[in-house]
């Protein structure tokens, strides 16, 4: 029997994509008027003394050991040991949807969520996996894929996990997805599509003519009267390369493409701000149509998975991105990374566009960490073994055909030696 509160919420949300998309476990999910909610009153209104939560406070203040306090002198107790709201800090959640509004112009005048913080883009996949994937919705995502998007989906989530070729003669698929997202329509009746641009395992980001054929195929799926949840996975987003990629994320065109699209954008500062330790995430949606009433509700579902996993994400990190975000030094300081990924692309650009092999062969890349070869002839998994123990180079099979490559851990003065090392066992591999 359901919780009355996920009743609720579930009936603010009737006739929209939303109720049509969820999972089982997405139905049944809600926010509950427990201590969370209690203390968020008692914030407001426990003038003489406020005794719901178990933290310590002195002269009210939280109380902070020294030897704690010392690493971080800078930041008020409260900024690195107080729990953070279940959502995310007020301020961090504003500034990051500020942020994604200047990256993204064409959301500006769009209706969307505000972002949610979740503990790492990992999580936050998996939070949406929970919410709309189950044994009867499956995910559709491209091949090649990321390895941790099967293992939410099938492992986590008992979910089928389906896949489209993402390329076909040096270019993006358009006519495979096409076919993959109206069969999985027809099918089910729904599509829960995932892509990841800049994309990993493959570093490849679609032009503005790919883009608009995208948002075609979901727009016409949608007319069909299919819902469709596509989610994007944001998390290389703005490492672009060369001046034909579409620079604002695809969640920006289907925020509010049709009332049966459900978009969803997973980004985070795990990449776009080299913090890749502080598992810090968002989560932000976006639907034509969808009340401030239904967004809440949302919300609040996407909030009980969060209560109900973690609680709630980090508290220092949350301070230390809003410290980030006030230096004017900041923005400049990213763009000398970003400036050093882009030399270290050019470099591997320069030398894979001189190189030419009949065992490996680059994928289509242009963007982000990564590259990766399609492997002829011999097993990705064999040639990834035999450069880590003879020649000292680690890499990523992501199955018996795809061998991830991320440049960006690789100095500049070491690309030619690293990938003249690849060809050469490759070559040598393909000969045995």
Request: proline fraction near 5%.
């Amino acid at each position: 029997m359901l919780n009355p509160l996920a009743q609720e919420l579930n009936n603010i949300l009737k006739n929209t994509a939303v109720e049509a998309l969820l999972s089982d476990m997405g139905v049944r999910m809600y926010f509950p008027k427990g201590i969370i909610a209690q203390s968020n009153d008692a914030k407001k209104a426990a003038t003489k003394a406020n005794g719901t939560i178990g933290m310590t406070v002195i002269n009210g203040t939280t109380a902070i050991l020294p030897s704690i306090q010392k690493s971080a002198p800078a930041f008020k107790p409260g900024e690195l040991v107080a729990y953070a709201p279940t959502g995310g800090t007020p301020d961090l959640r504003k500034t990051w949807q500020e942020k994604m509004l200047q990256k993204n112009p064409l959301l500006k005048d769009k209706k969307i969520s505000l972002p949610v913080v979740v503990p790492g883009l990992t999580a936050g996949i998996s939070y949406v996996a929970d919410l709309f994937l189950d044994g009867t919705k499956p995910l559709l995502t491209s091949d090649p894929a990321w390895d941790n998007y099967a293992l939410v989906a099938e492992t986590r989530r008992g979910a089928e996990f389906h896949q489209f070729q993402m390329f076909k003669d040096g270019k993006f698929n358009i006519p495979a997805l096409e076919k993959a997202v109206k069969e999985e329509a027809q099918k089910y009746g729904s599509v829960r599509l995932l892509l990841n641009f800049p994309q990993n395992p493959s570093g490849y980001s679609p032009t503005h003519e790919e883009v608009m054929e995208i948002c075609r195929i979901v727009r016409e799926t949608a007319e069909t009267g299919a819902k469709l949840l596509i989610f994007s996975d944001d998390a290389y987003f703005g490492l672009d390369y060369e001046d034909n990629i579409e620079k604002q994320s695809l969640f920006a065109y289907l925020a509010d493409i049709h009332e049966n699209v459900l978009a969803v954008k997973a980004d985070g500062p795990t990449k776009e701000d080299f913090a890749w330790g502080f598992r810090c995430g968002f989560l932000t949606f976006g639907c034509r149509g969808l009340t401030d009433e239904q967004y809440d509700a949302l919300l609040k579902k996407l909030m009980g998975v969060i209560r109900s996993s973690v609680s709630c994400s980090s508290t220092p990190t949350q301070s230390m991105l809003m410290h980030a975000f006030s230096d004017p030094a900041h923005e400049e300081q990213k763009a000398f990374f970003r400036k050093l990924l882009e030399t270290r692309y050019r470099a591997v650009r320069s030398f894979v566009d001189t190189h030419k092999s009949d065992v490996i062969e680059p994928l289509p890349f242009n963007s982000g960490y990564f590259m990766s070869f399609h492997v002829n002839k011999v097993n990705a998994e064999d040639l990834r073994k035999k450069l880590l123990n003879e020649k000292g180079i680690g890499t990523i099979s992501i199955d018996s055909r795809t061998l991830r490559v991320a440049f960006s851990s690789i100095d500049e003065d070491k690309i030619e030696s690293v990938y003249s090392d690849i060809y050469e066992t490759a070559e040598e591999m393909g000969r045995a």
